[in-house]
């Protein structure tokens, strides 16, 4: 079993930063992609930031410029820092892994989420 916990969520104002993390825990042979996705009240989760293991990344047209995904292999980690903070970034971020498990079957893992609101 694969477990992923999420950190750093918080309250912030308008301009400020956040600092996300997310670390992979259990049993499993790799850990192919993570990212951050995010959902608001009434919205559908949407992709933040990706990242492969080689440290390709991709972005939301919306956060590009303001949020950076990177990761730590040997921690099993991934980390999202999010400068220039608005209001419309609130919302619970998730923590997403594609992982390989040691029966060598591709499963995707998600966290629980952790809250960030901006308030303007």
């Known amino acids: 079993q694969v477990q992923l916990v999420e950190s750093g969520g918080g309250l912030v104002q308008a301009g400020g930063s956040l600092r996300l993390s997310c670390t992979a825990s259990g049993s499993f042979f790799s850990i192919n992609a993570m990212g951050w996705y995010r959902q608001a009240p009434g919205n559908q989760r949407e992709l933040v930031a990706s990242i492969t293991s080689g440290g390709n990344t991709n972005y939301a047209a919306s956060v590009k410029d303001r949020f950076t995904i990177s990761r730590d292999n040997a921690k099993n980690s991934v980390y999202l820092q999010m400068n220039s903070l608005r209001p419309e970034d609130t919302a619970v971020y998730y923590c997403?892994?594609?992982?390989?498990?040691?029966?060598?079957?591709?499963?995707?893992?998600w966290g629980p989420g952790t809250q960030v609101t901006v308030s303007s």
């Open positions: 997403n892994a594609g992982v390989l498990t040691t029966s060598l079957a591709g499963n995707v893992y």
